[in-house]
């Protein structure tokens, strides 16, 4: 931010007061957000499973507390997600929808009024969307479908018009397609998936402006620096390809997977920041990237034990703080890339 261009930032969730949770209410992590972050971004609060309890209403009242307390505190918030294109990761209710007889006019509802009413709330407290958030398959780089994208005849129909939305509605915003496509080596078809998808807006020139990257990244080994030379060129290319096209870039949720790394904290914790900092060396040296935000300030409630558990039972190390609140190398690597 004093340079005036990047800020950091971090996700941060809804809790009562005072419980031991990854929440603007918990003062020992708000403590974390406040010392350190531009930025915030809801983990889960504004996406359709935690706004929509059914077709016909939304539930605002985390997601006020949030940015409550975000405009007192003086940072900007992020818009996580108008649209995550994933079966998976949409309410039920609207996975088994009963679109009638005419579909696309149905579904084509539902998204509008969703993204309207979403957008009109937050105002300009939000000034950055994620639009759409994993609508490319990484197996195939073909589009993912859910029950909406079906019943309008395809997922570009949906992608479009999601953005088409969302511009109508904040002229001004940021509007991101963010994707967790990463410079892993198993991670190409899905680079070029999220490629011809970014072509394709520019060809029927959806208004997109920006690529936001997840940044969920995994250590393999123990040798940084080699894995870092076989990934680095490939993730070049497609940031360079990226960036012609006029897009600017934002990392949007970084933290580390540390799954190859079977050791104590002790050398794990420096293996973590090396790769942390080579990463960010690349990514900051295109001037086309803005915000940096992780995924969680604290390993004490990172998404990562959950989602993905070490072989070895052991916790994982991939945030700036460690589970008693103490900075990791991590942190001091983010600091230096900076
Ligand atoms: C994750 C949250 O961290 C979890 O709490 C939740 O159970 C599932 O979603 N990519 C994204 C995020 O875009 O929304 C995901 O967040 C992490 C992966």
């Known amino acids: 931010a004093r340079k005036g261009k990047r800020r950091f930032g971090s996700a941060f969730g809804w809790s009562p007061p005072g419980a031991d949770a990854g929440s603007f209410a918990n003062p020992a992590y708000a403590a974390l957000l406040e010392r350190e972050c531009g930025v915030l971004v809801p983990e889960n609060e504004l996406k359709w499973q935690a706004l929509r309890p059914d077709a016909a209403s939304f539930a605002f009242d985390r997601v006020d507390a949030m940015l409550d307390y975000a405009m007192r505190q003086g940072m900007a918030v992020r818009g996580h997600t108008l649209l995550w294109h994933r079966p998976k990761w949409m ?15 149905e579904a084509e509802r539902l998204l509008t009024t969703h993204i ?10 939000i000034a950055s969307w994620d639009v759409v958030n994993e609508a490319v398959d990484p197996e195939t780089g073909g589009l993912i479908e859910i029950a909406l994208s079906r019943a309008m005849g395809g997922a570009q129909q949906s992608i479009d018009l999601a953005f088409h939305t969302a511009r109508a509605h904040a002229p001004a915003a940021e509007l991101v397609y963010n994707d967790f496509m990463s410079w892993g080596a198993g991670s190409a078809t899905h680079r070029t998936g999220v490629l011809r998808l970014l072509e394709g807006f520019r060809a029927r020139g959806v208004p997109v402006d920006t690529l936001g990257i997840q940044s969920h990244l995994v250590t393999n ?6 894995t870092v030379a076989r990934q680095e060129s490939d993730w070049r290319a497609f ?18 997977r540390d799954t190859g790394l079977a050791a104590p904290f002790a050398v794990r914790d420096p293996l973590v920041a090396d790769y942390t900092r080579a990463y960010l060396d690349i990514m900051l040296g295109y001037p086309q990237l803005g915000d940096v935000l992780v995924w969680g300030m604290c ?12 072989d070895d039972g052991k916790p994982r190390r991939g945030c700036c703080y460690d589970p008693d609140f103490r900075a990791t190398p991590m942190r001091a690597a983010i600091a230096a890339a900076f």
Not at 221 to 226: F, K, L, R, Y
Request: glycine share 8%; aromatic share 10%; with cysteine.
């Open 239 to 256: 940031l360079d390809a990226v960036v012609a096209m006029g897009y600017r870039l934002i990392i949007t949720e970084l933290d580390v």
């Open 299 to 310: 390993d004490k409630y990172s998404w990562l034990d959950g989602f993905d558990p070490r």
């Open 116 to 125: 309207e009413t979403v957008m009109r709330h937050c105002g300009p407290r």
């Open 221 to 226: 080994g123990p040798d940084i620096a080699a």
């Open 91 to 105: 309410p039920a209710w609207a996975e088994s929808h009963d679109f009638g007889s005419t579909p696309a006019t």
